[in-house]
């Protein structure tokens, strides 16, 4: 009996030649574009959730509320983890954790390279499954001037893991750090890279600051008890700060901080906050892919319905000598979804061996490093369902379809077909365009807003601009580098910023100026700056001038953006006084306000102090157009005749620029060829229900032309049924689409409109690509000669 199905369903797929290859390569593009879509999200819900204990560890986030706004971050005073496993027995382990991935210079012997790592508590081998191959959790990250490096560093500077034990490493060319443990290289699926650790006491040692409770700089975790009440511990620490940060019930109506949890397996995916909650992140993209993914399966789902149903009459008469010799519909139900079954496992076969080919491009595209699981039980029953539901999904109507007609209607041959059938494929393509012309719209509308970000005008110009960074020798002889840099061929200028321009993340409420409200708490972001950093930058002052050299008493001097002169308050700001860390000085002049942080966040109060002789920070160099490459060789030289025990090592503004949106640019890009697959899969079933629909109608075409009818009639005859659906699709998908994609864009502060003719082009475009596709098989039809149509008559 299983034989004879497989008979009868390879005999159907061969004699239907042409609608069985249309299905086929809807369902291959479909399975490929959601495998793909299923592999990225696979792999990024993957990430952090390797650790054994992951279930148990929390961030702990700070929430701040001033002036009725509230604010949420992932930093904590540095004191806290230890303070904190002291006070709450529901702590097993706690651990800070800088999380700034810093890039150092390492020495060892004649090697030099750079390297990134962070600093960590002593706790952090025992919280997270990092394997050490030698030492041990109870010795890393203790001692001073340790260092914990991975498998991959201790094979680079000493050749072997065994031989790195109690081996120095020089970094930054300032202090030997003695190599106490070696752990195995992190997983790809590890969100925060890191090669080496030192003890946070380090970090503290050189940063002073970082001892403080008002600094909320790093990263707190926590690892919990089995048995703790996460909900009732969440309230329990809500108001933990206030003591060590002298406030009370009085001043908490101004300002005060609050703590909360998030589980760590979360912060990945879930990086974004909003009004001091947490909102979003990575997620909303992993959901918006999910339904990219399972539509676009959809769409040629619905081409294996459509094709099915209306080639009904060529099965009708199997159908009904099936039934006249007894068998019931079941039977017949499940021989046609088997055949569905089949042309999906066929097509599934097909997809995997397209996906390897698209793999790499695919990984190029995401950034990733993903490979086909085949030995993953996880993805061969994931592989099992999606052809189980897809071939279930797209045969299950035509099976129940031809499976209802009745044997004696069909063997008299007086099979009419429905008019709920009709209706039914109507309504499908009308779903299946409606999901495409939303798709190409809302990756429309990303687009823009991408290109939009790229060409905003930040406030300054970060075309032809290249940051170094300072570090070493270049520290203590920056004078010199400035004597030699004012005669360097293809460097227009170049000044100094202990950050880079458009991602100024540190910020301080200890300012303070005459007539300040003695209960107010505002956060100023603050950065100290270099001379001759606005002309470098290309930026416009508003009112007054910039630091100068010529006037020694500028070093006490402030420079704040317009957005801090309306919180300050002052009528005209420009030699004003202002105390910032309870340092006297003045206001010198107010910039123009210039985007230092994302496009998601509004413009925020900034200060710019005197820092040229700061001992950390970056070269900003602005080099002529078009003499870049000659610029870059000059620095090498120099940075390296100045500098010889580091790397030289540079990045160009508009790429770092462009890091910030990196998640959105993918989305962007694979929304982008998804769209356009959708619109592919729905017009390739538009062909082939054309197509049929001629055939159909063959001997009509023949008998109007004989009677008369011109070519251009019998397209639009043919042509204004597919047309209508499209149009009504199209009136469905733009109030929809432009509800979605207003909403997204609100997550955005500056951001494109959403504009009438983004609808009108992608219609416009639809209907010409439908017009098109239908219009093909109407011109054969038309042009075929009446008398072969007619010649059985």
Known sequence: MIRNYFKIAFRSLWYNK?????????????????????LWISDEISVDRYHANGHQIYRLMWRQISEGKRMAMGSTPGPTSVEFKKKYPEIVRASVFTARSKAMTFQVGDKVGKETGDWAGPEWFKMFSIRLLVG??????????SISISRKLAQTYFGNVQSAIGKSIRIENKEEFQVTSVFENLPENTSQKYNFLLPWDDFTRQMPWAKEWGN????????????????????????????????????????????????????????ETDN???????????????????????IACINFMNLST????????????????????????????GEALLLTLGAAFASLGLIMLLLPGFNQLTGKTIVMPFTDFNFAMGMLIIVAVTGILAGSYPALYLSSLRPISVLKGILKSK?????????????????????????????RQMSFINKKNLGFDRENLIYVPMEGALLERYGTLKQELQHMQGIQGFSRMDYQPSSISSGTTQVDWTGKDPSA?????????????????????????????????????????EQAARRIGYKNPVGQPLTLWGKPGKI??????????????????????????????????????????????????VCKKLNPSFVFTYNFADQEYEKMYKSEQVVSTLGNYFAVLSIFIACLGLFGLASFMAQQRIKEIGIRKVLGATVIGIVKLLSKDFLRLVFIALLIACPAAWWAMDKWLNGFTYKEQLSWWIFAVTGGSVIAVAFLTVSFQSVRAALLNPVKSLKSE
């Not at 209306?310 to 979804?337: C, M, N, P, T, Y």
């Open 18 to 38: 042409s609608m069985s290859a249309i299905n086929f390569l809807g369902l291959t593009l479909g399975l490929t574009s959601s495998l793909l879509i299923f």
């Open 521 to 561: 708490s505002i956060e100023f972001a603050q950065v100290s700056v270099g001379y001759d950093m606005d002309s470098v930058l290309k930026m416009k002052l508003q009112d007054g001038r910039y630091f100068s050299e010529a006037l020694a008493s500028d070093s006490a001097g402030f420079v704040i953006n």
């Open 276 to 298: 001091g909650e947490i909102s979003g992140g990575r997620i909303d993209y992993i959901r918006l892919l999910s339904i990219v993914g399972v539509v676009v399966l959809l």
């Open 136 to 145: 041990s959790t109870e010795t890393a990250l203790k001692a001073p001037y």
């Open 310 to 337: 209306a080639q009904s009459a060529k099965r009708a008469k199997e159908v009904g000598v099936r039934k006249a010799v007894g068998a019931d519909r079941w039977r017949l139900i499940i021989q046609f979804i």
């Open 588 to 637: 010198l002049g107010v910039m123009k306000d210039f985007h230092f942080q994302s496009l998601r966040e509004p413009v925020k109060p900034l200060i710019m102090w005197f820092g040229e002789n700061n001992k950390y920070g970056n070269l900003l160099v602005r080099t002529q157009p078009g003499q870049t490459r000659q610029a870059l060789l000059s620095l090498e030289a």
């Open 419 to 447: 008019r709920s059938a009709t209706v039914l494929r109507e309504a499908l393509v009308v779903i299946q365009f409606t999901i495409s012309i939303a798709l190409i719209i809302g990756t429309f509308v990303v687009h």
């Open 216 to 271: 909320p700089s790093p990263c707190t975790l926590v690892q919990l008890r089995t048995d703790t009440d996460i909900t009732a511990f969440d309230a329990k620490i809500k108001h933990a700060l206030r003591g060590y940060l002298g406030i009370n019930s009085k001043n908490a109506k101004q300002f005060d901080v609050e703590l909360f949890l998030q589980p760590y397996e979360d912060i990945y995916l879930h990086s």
